[in-house]
């Protein structure tokens, strides 16, 4: 059974910087194409970044494009999620999923598997 687990959170300071990182097991991370999207506390899960299995298709979400990054390391096993000018409103729980097959990978629903979540808190 394929299990996703994220790492990085924590506390920042309005302005600084995040990296969190996306591991699997049970399955190798090179066969999924992967994803990050985030839940703030009374919103809708929302899109943030996915990256293709081979790295060569990106997409970034409209509230984070300039700010954040994506990349992945498959040697590794490992993928990443770069957080730079983080605000107060970047404050959620964030998420990495993977999935097969095609590419639509902003859409929260065409994931398989899930991981618990990273806690990220900006504060003002």
């Known amino acids: 059974q394929v299990q996703v687990v994220e790492s990085g959170g924590g506390l920042v300071q309005d302005g600084g910087s995040l990296r969190l990182s996306c591991t699997t097991s049970g399955s190798t991370l090179s066969d999924y194409h992967a994803g990050w999207f985030r839940q703030a506390p009374g919103k809708e899960r929302e899109f943030v970044a996915a990256?293709?299995?081979?790295?060569?298709?990106?997409y970034i979400g409209d509230s984070v494009k300039g700010r954040f990054t994506i990349s992945r390391n498959n040697a590794k096993n490992t993928m990443y999620l770069h957080m730079n000018s983080l605000k107060p409103e970047d404050t959620a729980l964030y998420y990495c999923a993977i999935k097969r097959w095609n590419l639509r990978l902003t859409q929260d629903l065409a994931y398989d598997h899930w991981g618990q979540g990273t806690q990220v808190t900006i504060s003002s």
């Open positions: 990256i293709a299995w081979n790295g060569q298709t990106i």
